[in-house]
């Protein structure tokens, strides 16, 4: 009943529940649930390895283990971005694979997901992400052709999600970072990426993972905690 309200009010969260239902229907039997949020994400790839996870309209299916694979490459990114834990990371786009592994990513790391709705016009998502204390976004290619980084002075940089493209950058170090990211992602695991290297960040309940707008249908949205 949670998730049918929290879908009904956030179409955005679609990628994630479809990864879950997926995911504990495909589980192995020594699947063990837990409290934490983040272990069942970390167990639950380690175990379906070479299944499939995540599908875009019209293109082959992404495995669990290519899903882990470019959550690490994001992760080494944050990292050498100066990304930190509790940092606002926003992703406004329509419903696809790089949203889903985007937000997976960002929780994962301990950074706080803003997720914002596509459909909001340009001027309130730019609020939006001003109003979060957003340092990153993960932008769909129409929801950016609206949007003015100047009018975003705390955002660090912008990536494309359609073609993973940094469309906006006021930081040479993440420029640097972002260009370097296959480079680094090889470096760090030169023996190739394998389950036992999928270990996260464990969460707990004085940790804010997701700031969730609401519509703002009848005044400003609101966030919640």
Known sequence: LIFSFLILENPFLIPFFCLFLR???????????????????????????ELPALSDYKKESITYREVAERIAQLHIFFKNAGIER????????RNS??????????I???????????????EAVTHLV???????????????????ADDMPELKAAIQMQNFELVSCNDDKIATA????????????????????VVYERDNLDS?????????????SKGVM
């Open 130 to 148: 001003n109003h979060s204390d957003g340092k990153l976004l993960f932008v769909g290619d129409v929801v950016w052709e609206g949007l003015n």
């Open 97 to 106: 694979s790089i949203w889903a592994i985007s937000f997976f990513a960002t």
């Open 108 to 122: 994962t790391y301990g950074a706080v997901a803003v997720p914002l709705l596509h459909e909001f016009k340009s």
């Open 86 to 93: 509790g940092d606002k990371i926003v992703l406004c786009g």
């Open 23 to 49: 995911l504990k229907r495909n589980l192995r039997t020594d699947f063990m649930y837990t409290d934490s949020f983040i272990a069942n994400i970390e167990t639950g790839i380690r175990n379906n390895w």
């Open 178 to 197: 972002f260009n370097s990211i296959k480079e680094n992602f090889d470096k760090a695991y030169p023996n190739g990426f394998t389950p036992q290297d």
């Open 208 to 220: 804010l993972a997701l700031i969730n707008y609401t519509s703002g249908t009848t005044s400003l």
